[in-house]
């Protein structure tokens, strides 16, 4: 029997999973399955998929739909793994993406009671996202309290910038209490960072600029493999438009429509009603506004391509240059449409793709010997938590091989 980490992403009205099992002496880690709970409280559904994307369970949770939360998903997701799987592999951890780790944590964090008060603390700073993490976290504790928790942090890969990155012209001790550009989806330029390191070394260790395109959607630039600057900051508001988030936002709309509306329908409009869906009034998929023939799907395509590049341009300059753009996420791996686009616009800086390898969309799909260099690379977060995960309980796996399977805890 072979050790295991159970990787959970807990949003808002999902949990998403992923197992991988570990062999070759511990040096390997194979994605097994990957699946979700979705529609929590509403309709709950799991969906579980093989490592080759083979469909293994798509079931309606029966019950009290109302009442499933995250402790219920996880218990179901436990309860289908130990069908599964019992016998075949036991849990050594479970690893957890978390969004804000605030000052304190810049790298994975094997979780106690007094780690998890203080990520309660920062729920303010992230408040869509981070309670959700923390309910993952406690599920597990409700069921397997014996099992060590990781919590990885989308905030780490971005500290340690200078300073005057960081900053907001305010005042400073408002700094010092974490009003500041924090920066997110630091677990995706990880995987990218990874990735690049085994397939383009000498790029990897140069200046990038890694565009994080999807319904969340946000760009890094990265020297010698470390963040210089990125377009998210002190929220996951800031920076580029996204499906339904405002991006870049001049603070003198929020006063005037603090005026006329309520604080709450100020926070809905602009995480939930902005973004492609405010511009378009149609959709925040951007392949339903590339198939529309609406004039203001076109607009809105057109507004997430102009601050794309603007974005390009000025992480470009924070770098002192470039030799490659990397696309990642839902429109980056998957729209060849708006690459396109957004390297036609950047030709100024020497951007240029081969159509050919843009339509296969993995790779370098830039003209061979091109540089800046411009490739398409899936990112893989799930794969650098269940990393990070192995690699801090790793010291006592032998004592991990000692917890009950997860039948044990369904008995």
Known sequence: ?????????????????????????????????????????????????????????????????????????????????????????????????????????????????????????????????????????????????????????????????ASVTERFALPDDLFHSGVRRWGFHGLS??????????????????RIVVAHLGSGASMCAIRGGRSIDTTMSFSTLDGLPMGTRCGSLDPGVVLLLLQSHSQQEVEAMLYEKSGLLGISGISNDMRELLASASPRAAEAVDFFVYRAVREIGSLTAALGGLDGLIFTAGIGENSPVIRQRICRALGWLGLAIDDAANDRGRGCISPAGRSPAVWVIPTDEERVIAAATWAAVRPSAKASRRIPSIAASLK
């Not at 109302?66 to 592999?89: I, L, N, Q, S």
């Not at 729920?123 to 014996?146: E, K, Y």
């Not at 330029?189 to 140069?206: E, F, K, M, N, W």
């Open 1 to 161: 029997m072979s050790d295991a980490i159970i990787v959970l992403n807990a949003g808002s009205s999902s949990l998403k999973f992923s197992i991988y099992q570990i062999s070759g002496g511990g040096e390997d880690l194979t994605v097994v399955v990957r699946g979700q709970v979705e529609n929590l409280g509403t309709r709950p559904r799991f969906i579980v998929k093989s490592r080759a994307g083979a469909v293994l369970s798509d079931t309606a949770l029966t019950g009290h739909p109302g009442r499933t939360g995250h402790a219920e998903a996880f218990a179901h997701v436990a309860h289908w793994a130990r069908t599964e799987f019992d016998g075949v592999f036991t849990p050594a951890a479970v690893g957890h993406r978390v969004v804000h780790g605030g000052l304190d944590f810049t790298e994975p964090t094997l979780l106690n009671d007094q780690i998890i008060e203080k990520l309660d603390r920062l729920v303010p700073l992230v408040p869509l996202h981070q309670p959700f993490n923390l309910a993952a976290i406690r599920a597990v504790r409700s069921l397997r309290p014996d099992l060590p928790q990781v919590a990885c942090f989308d905030t780490a890969f971005h500290r340690g910038r």
């Open 189 to 206: 330029y990880t995987s990218i960072v990874d990735q690049l390191r085994q397939t383009a070394p000498d790029l990897a260790a140069g």
